[in-house]
């Protein structure tokens, strides 16, 4: 069984970076895509970054291209979302997950594991 623990969040004032990360355990972390979604209440949760399985393609929403980064370590099973110049409507729930293919997707129906979430409040 696959388990994802999302670590990282917290409250930063708008321009700063934080950065989340991801510990993967319980099938082969190499052969999977990887990806960040994020939740704000009331709405629905959305794509935020994908890479794929060997790190050759990432994919961002384009809410967050140019400001967030992922990355993924297959030698330690992490994946890693850095989040620099952080604006308020960045501000939800930031969830990792990992898909059930190598390539990149953004779909969330292709992702079958997912961690509980880690918050993101980004407030002066």
């Known amino acids: 069984q696959v388990q994802l623990v999302e670590s990282g969040g917290g409250v930063v004032q708008p321009g700063g970076s934080l950065t989340l990360s991801c510990a993967a355990s319980?099938?082969?972390?190499?052969?999977?895509?990887m990806g960040w979604f994020r939740r704000v209440p009331g709405k629905e949760r959305e794509f935020v970054a994908a890479?794929?399985?060997?790190?050759?393609?990432?994919n961002y929403a384009d809410s967050v291209k140019g400001r967030f980064t992922i990355s993924r370590d297959n030698a330690k099973n992490t994946a890693t979302l850095q989040m620099n110049s952080l604006k308020p409507e960045d501000t939800a729930v930031y969830y990792c997950a990992q898909a059930r293919v190598s390539w990149r997707v953004t779909d969330q129906k292709m992702y079958d594991s997912w961690g509980q979430g880690t918050q993101v409040i980004v407030s002066a």
């Open positions: 319980g099938r082969t972390f190499s052969e999977y895509s």
């Open positions: 890479i794929t399985s060997s790190s050759s393609s990432t």
